[in-house]
């Protein structure tokens, strides 16, 4: 069994697994910092910044599995 260690993914690949990383790290932000209690918060706020960092999340999925799919389409 060889492996080859000098592939080099192209450059779209890295860029739309970069940007999904970017997007789910951003989601997780989002919804690690929402604070239902804090004082000025209100019930549709608090749901919006749910729903941004849920869809920012899927977001990243959807690129990290792009980037799946043109690994396997070269290989």
């Not at 060889?2 to 940007?19: H, K």
């Not at 999904?20 to 910092?33: P, Q």
């Not at 960092?53 to 599995?65: D, Q, R, S, T």
């Amino acid at each position: 069994m060889t492996t080859n260690f000098l592939f080099m993914a192209d450059p779209r690949t890295i860029t739309f697994w970069f940007i999904g990383a970017i997007c789910v790290f951003i989601g997780a932000l989002i919804a690690g910092s929402v604070e239902p209690s804090v004082l000025g918060a209100t019930t549709t706020s608090v749901a919006v910044a749910y729903i941004i960092a849920f869809v920012l999340i899927l977001l990243g999925g959807m690129f990290w599995i792009s980037t799946a799919i043109i690994q396997v389409e070269e290989s």
